[in-house]
């Protein structure tokens, strides 16, 4: 089986399902038909090739990004012109002579080329308010919609995605690497634009003005921007370097609160904080090396340029001795190779931001590439779109299934498994830890898909039904129980969204869940903080159940529900379970054996296989593993009342 967690440069493959967000969806769909599949590894592309990467983002904001462009050509042509208008004011201006005024100058033409100057200046503030807020907005516009679309992407991947990548580097790419791409389209690009604009206009006036200096300058230049590009090279490498750190201390901060019961129950409050003062620190000496050389970078860029320029006024200024050079248009020279340095100098800045954004774009791109390994099916399931029809349970058959996890290639965690569930039929897994219970549950859910054999869902292999449709007609609790940050009726809905407050209710009763919520300050708008740490395990487990229930689905799957739960508690939600189950199908893991009596046949696990299947009065008597593992729990003669007991109880 591939795995998809290398995040290799392979082509976007969306999901079917739509990103809630319209552009979003849109964006990646544009990605997936890019043709941008490069030969050569993400590292050794050029900054703009990565950089190229992300004009899907852009391409449904083409009339903002016209209006900048718009905006930013006319401030670079009022910008241009300045020199123009002192060249005639110099020249002009103050040498022809105003006989009426009788002071030799014509104070007409001084003024007239002041009113324009300051119209100029006009158009210049605009022009410049006008590209700035558009590609402000562009910004955090595109900011958004890429944080969405990883997301978006990350959401789709499989299980095993999140076993070589942390969640605390998916928080990192979607935060600080956003943020620099963030920047470098809200400022960097625009500032970079607009100084090529300058950088391109002034060395044409410049040619235009005297080609025999000009020339001199482009020469110098070109000896100069060799340097420049090669050592922004090592920039970009050390960029990467420095995001990467930065998401290494993101991910273990991460890690370490979500465990602090953990953390401060083994007294380790200083040793993780050594850790994370190491890493950070490794952070910080990665910023250092960058900055160190984009530092350098700037100065050489600027002092090369400088220099080649001031050279070349010199020999402008011997030029106006001489008489071969006027002094208007030697000023006017002189401020469009003004213009030619300060554009070199902040096209040297923003040469250090498009290295810096590249390699946070190539991280983003990483996660966007990765292609998940579970592809959806096309059929849809019969009773869809009926909710009546899902009351009568569905049919499951494991046929002849090997799988092993694609972290351990080599262990088989199931082999050749073969049983069936009918409609309504209540079936529990028993075993020791390893056997393999859990598995089946994911293989259901399709987190992964076995490499050999079949699994069916009412006859439909799994693998060609539609994913969601799939995973809509099953309920899931887990042994470990997920509330969310937010209130009571939140997390149960999260089952069924649109469920009226009187499904809630009936939920939560059905889960012997009703008392303690009302007892809870808001009820059911009571907040439940992280991971709702502001109750106890039973109760996030209760809440968990209730939520199933609330889904109503055809199969229920429950991996140890009640295994967090007290003896008094567990006794109310098995009646709960009980009700639920009845007339469905259920697939239930346990470990407390006591929970399972009633089931319809239990399948008793080892090594990845069924070694023993009956009631649980049968495999009392067969003497087996099932037979021992109930003898650590209670003794077979207890065994035998209880099961008598509740059949007397449920015959009632």
């Known amino acids: 089986m591939p795995v998809s967690t290398s995040l290799a440069r392979s082509p976007v493959r969306v999901p079917h399902q739509p990103c809630p967000h319209s552009e979003c969806s849109h964006i990646v769909s544009d990605l997936n038909d890019s043709t941008h599949q490069e030969a050569t590894a993400a590292s050794d592309r050029s900054a703009w090739k990565t950089l190229l990467r992300l004009k899907p983002f852009l391409a449904p904001y083409r009339g903002r990004v016209l209006l900048a462009g718009s905006a930013l050509l006319v401030a670079a042509a009022a910008t241009l012109t300045i020199p123009t208008a002192f060249r005639f004011l110099i020249d002009r201006g103050f040498a022809l002579p105003d006989v009426s005024a009788g002071n030799g100058i014509d104070t007409g033409h001084v003024n007239s080329v002041f009113l324009a100057l300051f119209a100029l200046a006009v158009v210049l503030a605009i022009a410049t308010a006008v590209r700035y807020y558009c590609v402000a907005w562009l910004g955090d516009r595109i900011m958004a919609d890429l944080r969405q679309a990883v997301y978006h992407q990350v959401l789709r991947q499989d299980p095993v995605f999140f076993e070589t990548l942390r969640t605390g580097e998916v928080q990192s790419r979607l935060s600080s690497d956003t943020t620099l791409i963030q920047s470098l389209i809200g400022s960097s690009i625009s500032l970079g634009l607009r100084n090529s604009l300058l950088f391109i206009g002034a060395l044409l006036m410049m040619i235009w003005s005297s080609p025999q200096l000009a020339s001199i300058i482009v020469g110098l230049l070109v000896l100069v921007v060799v340097p420049i590009l090669v050592f922004g090279r090592r920039v970009r490498k050390l960029s990467r370097d420095s995001q990467d750190k930065l998401a290494d201390t993101g991910a273990l901060a991460n890690e370490t609160l979500n465990a602090m019961s953990t953390v401060q129950s083994y007294v380790r409050e200083d040793m993780e904080s050594a850790r994370y003062r190491v890493a950070t ?120 299934v090997g799988f092993s996890y694609p972290s351990r290639p080599d262990e088989q965690a199931l082999q050749d498994l073969s049983f069936t569930l009918e409609p309504g039929q209540t079936i529990a897994l028993v075993g020791p830890s390893g056997a393999g219970k859990t598995t089946v549950l994911q293989l259901l859910l399709r987190f992964y898909d076995p490499q050999t054999g079949s699994i069916t869902f009412d006859g439909t292999p799994v693998e060609d039904l539609q994913l969601d449709e799939l995973r809509e007609s099953i309920g899931f609790v887990s042994q470990d129980s997920v509330v969310f940050s937010e209130d009571v009726a939140t997390n149960l809905r999260y089952g069924k969204p649109d469920a009226s407050d009187e499904e809630v209710r009936q939920a939560a009763s059905d889960a012997q869940a009703l008392d303690f919520i009302e007892r ?133």
């Not at 490794?282 to 910023?287: G, H, I, Q, V, Y």
């Not at 990483?366 to 869809?384: F, K, W």
């Not at 049968?618 to 035998?640: I, K, V």
């Open 281 to 400: 620190n490794a952070a910080f000496d990665s910023a250092i090396r960058r900055n160190r050389n984009r530092s350098f970078l700037t100065a050489l860029a600027i002092t090369l340029v400088f220099g080649c320029i001031v050279f070349v006024l010199w020999l402008g200024a011997q030029a106006v001795l001489e008489g071969r050079m006027t002094p208007g248009l030697l000023t006017q020279f002189m401020l469009y190779a003004a213009l030619v340095a300060g554009s070199t100098g902040a096209l040297a800045e923003v040469l250090g931001d498009v290295q810096r954004a590249a390699g946070a774009t190539e991280r983003l791109l990483e996660l966007l590439d990765a292609q998940p390994v579970i592809v959806s099916g096309g059929r849809h399931l019969t009773y869809a779109d009926q909710q009546t029809a899902w009351a009568k349970g569905a049919s499951i058959e494991f046929r002849e």
């Open 520 to 652: 809870l300050p808001d009820g059911f708008n009571t907040y439940l903080g992280e991971k709702g740490v502001r109750l106890s395990g039973g109760q996030r487990q209760r809440l968990s159940i209730a939520r199933a229930l609330l889904k109503n689905p055809p199969l229920l799957l429950l991996d140890e529900a009640t295994s967090a739960l007290d003896a008094e508690s567990e006794r109310k939600v098995q009646m709960a379970l009980d009700r639920a189950m009845s007339g469905r199908t259920t697939l239930v893991i346990a470990h407390r054996l006591a929970t399972i009596i009633n089931a319809d046949r239990i399948l008793v696990m080892d090594e990845g296989r069924v070694v023993e299947s009956g009631s649980h009065q049968e495999l009392l008597a067969g003497n087996g593993l099932y037979a021992r593992l109930a003898s650590m729990q209670f003794d077979a003669s207890e065994a035998l009342t209880m099961a008598d007991r509740s059949d007397t109880v449920a015959a009632s």
